[in-house]
């Protein structure tokens, strides 16, 4: 069983910027990026396939947040820049080990890591 770690989560103000890391202990394919706010569902916010030529965003952070991925060190990252008070969640990776291409919803990863908090001051 892969596992997943993430990092690089903490406090930030608005406008500023973070990058999240996931480590996974073996290799993934497709990977995403979900995040889950107190008193909400989890929600989808970017998947990359898996050789990473291929991204999808959710409306909301398409233009400030970046995904991308070192599949030499079995890495997963997300740059998110411009960040507003409504970013902050709690961030979870994904990892899918059958699909090759951008996947948004829950179901067909694999694996998933236990989340990293990031907060966003006004």
């Known amino acids: 069983q892969v596992r997943l770690i993430e990092s690089g989560g903490g406090l930030v103000q608005a406008g500023g910027s973070l990058s999240l890391s996931c480590v996974a202990s073996g290799r993934t394919a497709t990977m995403g990026w979900f995040r889950q706010a107190p008193g909400k569902e989890r929600e989808f916010v970017a998947s990359i396939g898996g050789f990473g030529r291929n991204t999808y965003y959710t409306h909301s952070v398409e233009g400030r947040f970046t995904v991308s991925r070192d599949n030499a060190k079995n890495t997963l990252y997300l740059q998110m820049n411009n960040l507003k008070p409504e970013d902050s969640a709690v961030y979870y990776c994904?990892?899918?080990?059958?699909?090759?291409?951008?996947?948004?919803?829950?179901?067909?990863?694999?694996?998933w890591g236990q989340g990293t908090q990031v907060t966003v001051s006004s």
């Open positions: 994904a990892a899918s080990f059958a699909y090759s291409d951008v996947l948004i919803n829950e179901y067909p990863y694999d694996a």
